[in-house]
Structure formats: structure tokens, C-alpha cells
């Protein structure tokens, strides 16, 4: 089979899978969740294009909200008012309509987001190991919580406290060093197998 018959294909088979998402979401969103430098951005661009759904970064919507980047909220008014306005942002994206939502990394250990995504949508946690997720952080500076002598030790501490919350997700993928679009398509395929018995489960209506 030549490669232009199996690209016809693999977009058949997304848009097939494409359909079935979109019917048991109903209008909810998916959200991706896991700690930063895991490529949530990343690869909820991409299934924004696989599925036709818009695509939003909370921690730009922050930003919008607070008319200042992320490290200047907390270097001028610390990491509680931060969640605090993060808490507020999510909960309005989460009523704002359909979305592919991409969190911040501390955002799912809130409760109360946790309620609000299982409620308006259905959470896909991307987890990575430590040395994929170092070499992807050191590439950006703006990591408030990595401000430290020792990165890689608190990347591990916030691993260590925040995958067994993460682990609560609905959807989990392991994201590693391979394309976006490999990634993308395991959530799209798994999205596509577990979606409708999650919407049956939830009574979505």
C-alpha cells in the first residue's frame, strides 16, 4: 500500500473515532492534566486538530485575567493567590463550552477543580518519567516552582506528591520521546474505546 492510500486511511480512521468522541462528550470538554513539562500544550494543539475542538491554555488564560505572566504573580503576590486565581479561571472555562483544556501542573491536586472537570468534562493524564521531564523544563525558564538549586529534586518531590493525584484521571498516557502525533493518536484511540462508557457511567445527557 502506497503512503498516500495509508494517510487516507489513518484520516479515516481519526475521523471515524473523531465522531464517536464528539457524540459522547455531548459538548464537554477534555482535559489534559499532569506536572509541567509534559507536554500538555503540546498535544492538546494537536488533538484540537485531530477532533475540531478549540484549544485553550489555562495558564495564558491566567495571564489574560491577571494582566501579568505567571512568574511576576508569583513573585509579587506568592503561589496562594495564584491558585486562587487559577481555581476561579478553570471554573469559568469549564462552563464556556466544549474545549481541549490544558492545566497548569499544580491544578488537579484542587479538589474543587477536580469536581469541576469531572463534571463538565473527562480528565486524560499525561505522565513522564523524571529525565524526559527534566530535559523538557530546562529548555524554558519560567518555571516559578523549579527556581531552586536543585530542579531535578523538587521536579521528583512534585512527582512524588502529585501522580497519585493524577492518577485519579479518568484517561492515562505514557508521554515519551516520540512524535506529538503518536501521542495525540493513543488519546484519540483511547478516547474513542472508554469515552462512551464514561459518558454511560456519569449519565451524561
Known amino acids: 500500500m502506497?503512503?498516500?492510500?495509508?494517510?487516507d486511511i489513518n484520516r479515516a480512521v481519526i475521523a471515524d473515532r473523531s465522531s464517536t468522541i464528539r457524540r459522547a462528550l455531548g459538548g464537554r470538554s477534555i482535559v489534559l492534566v499532569g506536572i509541567m513539562g509534559v507536554g500538555k500544550s503540546t498535544i492538546?494543539?494537536?488533538?484540537?486538530?485531530?477532533l475540531d475542538i478549540p484549544f485553550v491554555d489555562a495558564d495564558k488564560e491566567i495571564e489574560k485575567a491577571a494582566g501579568m505572566d505567571i512568574q511576576d504573580i508569583f513573585d509579587q503576590f506568592g503561589e496562594e493567590a495564584f491558585r486562587s486565581g487559577e481555581k476561579?479561571?478553570?471554573k469559568r472555562l469549564m462552563n464556556e463550552g466544549q474545549k481541549i483544556l490544558a492545566t497548569g501542573g499544580g491544578a488537579f491536586?484542587?479538589?474543587?477543580?477536580?469536581?469541576?472537570?469531572?463534571?463538565s468534562g473527562v480528565s486524560v493524564w499525561l505522565n513522564a518519567d523524571l529525565d524526559i521531564l527534566m530535559k523538557r523544563v530546562q529548555r524554558?525558564?519560567?518555571?516559578?516552582?523549579l527556581k531552586t538549586e536543585d530542579p531535578e529534586g523538587i521536579m521528583q518531590a512534585l512527582l512524588d506528591e502529585r501522580n497519585p493525584v493524577y492518577a485519579l484521571s479518568d484517561i492515562h498516557i505514557e508521554s515519551r520521546t516520540v512524535s506529538r502525533d503518536v501521542i495525540a493518536g493513543e488519546v484519540v484511540d483511547l478516547l474513542a474505546e472508554?469515552?462512551?462508557?464514561?459518558?454511560?457511567?456519569r449519565d451524561w445527557r
Open 2 to 7: 502506497n503512503t498516500a492510500s495509508t494517510q
Open 44 to 50: 492538546g494543539k494537536r488533538l484540537s486538530q485531530y
Open 88 to 90: 476561579k479561571v478553570i
Open 109 to 119: 491536586m484542587n479538589e474543587d477543580i477536580r469536581g469541576d472537570i469531572a463534571e
Open 140 to 145: 524554558r525558564a519560567n518555571r516559578p516552582l
Open 194 to 201: 472508554k469515552l462512551p462508557a464514561i459518558a454511560e457511567e
